[in-house]
């Protein structure tokens, strides 16, 4: 296992994470802990949650998820070896106040997520979602407050716009006194959706904040949906007008005499920006093929080909479109 900087702190974490999204509503408790002891004999430390996790549209019970990792965690006794990130902002019930950043909803999350987790402290809490009904400074008060009394170790941001990223850093800068500044932002990154390349890679850039990717196989369309008999999650049919492309794809991928979804995420493990794609595997196998990925070295002529058949928006704004 390859390790690197948690973005711009001092915290080491594997080069892949694991995602949980469909341990507990899709996954059972004996194959998520065997695919989970599995990521840690493999030397992957980073593990991905959120407190939605279990609810709609994966089961119907939010926080499930994280319960099953508290399971886990306190059966395998092995606390200290992980860097455990959940998220906060989703709807974990009927009331007005069961969702978004407000600080008392965060307030109350935190407090739930560590009971069902079984742990004293979170290593990386993420606002899930930005809230603009909340303003930033209450936002970024609440959680560096958690990070004054150690429930939580670092803050991060998912699904942010780059002027997100950019207004959070900048505001938390303006006090004199110290303010949690989020040093990750967790955002959709792959061959086929590189929109973030405009915006939020040179804002995360700018700051120093690392980029944790999710859906890096774009739902199964990198993960070699047209040699695959098994189409519960991809189907040839969804291609639409993108076939030609994962064809010519998967052809590369078998001329370079690599698996398409180890080439996926190779290609991502080549992004500067990218601390760890995060994977979400429904069965062993797919972990294994995730970290064959780190043996796989592209040079410019490889991820010049794989800019052909998947283009980019043409770099970042506004030279991608600007004269």
Avoid: C
Avoid at 70 to 78: L, P, Q
Avoid at 94 to 107: C, M, V, Y
Avoid at 171 to 182: D, L, Q, V, Y
Avoid at 234 to 254: F, M, P, T
Wanted: glycine residues 10%; hydrophobic residues 40%; proline residues 5%.
């Amino acid at each position: 296992m390859e390790y690197t900087r948690l973005g711009s702190s001092g915290a080491r974490v594997s080069r892949i994470a694991l995602g949980t999204m469909n341990f507990g509503p899709v996954i059972d408790d004996a194959e998520s802990f065997r695919i989970l002891d599995a990521a840690v004999e493999r030397g992957i430390n980073l593990i991905d949650t959120a407190d939605v996790y279990g609810g709609a549209p994966w089961g119907d019970k939010p926080g499930q998820t994280e319960e099953l990792l508290g399971r886990w965690i306190s059966a395998r006794g092995n606390r200290d070896d992980l860097v455990v990130a959940t998220k906060v902002q989703g709807a974990m019930g009927p009331g007005i106040n069961d969702s978004g950043l407000s600080s008392l909803h965060i307030r109350r999350a935190v407090e739930d997520s560590l009971r069902r987790l079984s742990i004293e402290h979170i290593d990386l809490y993420q606002m899930h979602h930005i809230d603009r009904n909340v303003p930033v400074d209450e936002v970024l008060d609440a959680f560096t407050r958690l990070v004054d009394q150690g429930k939580i170790g670092y803050l991060g941001s998912s699904n942010f716009a780059g002027w997100n990223i950019a207004q959070y850093q900048e505001i938390a800068g303006m006090r004199a006194a110290s303010r949690a500044k989020p040093v990750t932002e967790q955002s959709i990154y792959n061959l086929t959706q590189r929109t973030v390349e405009l915006e939020v890679v040179p804002a995360a850039t700018a700051y120093g904040v690392g980029l944790l990717t999710w859906s890096p196989l774009a739902s199964g369309m990198l993960g070699g949906v047209l040699r695959k008999t098994d189409r519960s999650r991809s189907s040839v049919d969804a291609l639409g007008g993108r076939r030609a492309q994962v064809e010519e794809y998967e052809r590369y991928a078998d001329e370079l005499g690599v698996a398409p979804a180890e080439l996926a995420i190779a290609w991502l493990l080549h992004q500067p920006v990218v601390t760890a794609p995060i994977v979400g595997p429904r069965r062993l196998e797919q972990l294994e093929s995730a970290v064959r990925a780190l043996d796989i070295t592209l040079g410019a002529k490889e991820l010049a080909e794989l800019d052909r058949i998947w283009p980019g928006p043409g770099g970042p704004a506004p030279e991608a479109y600007a004269w």
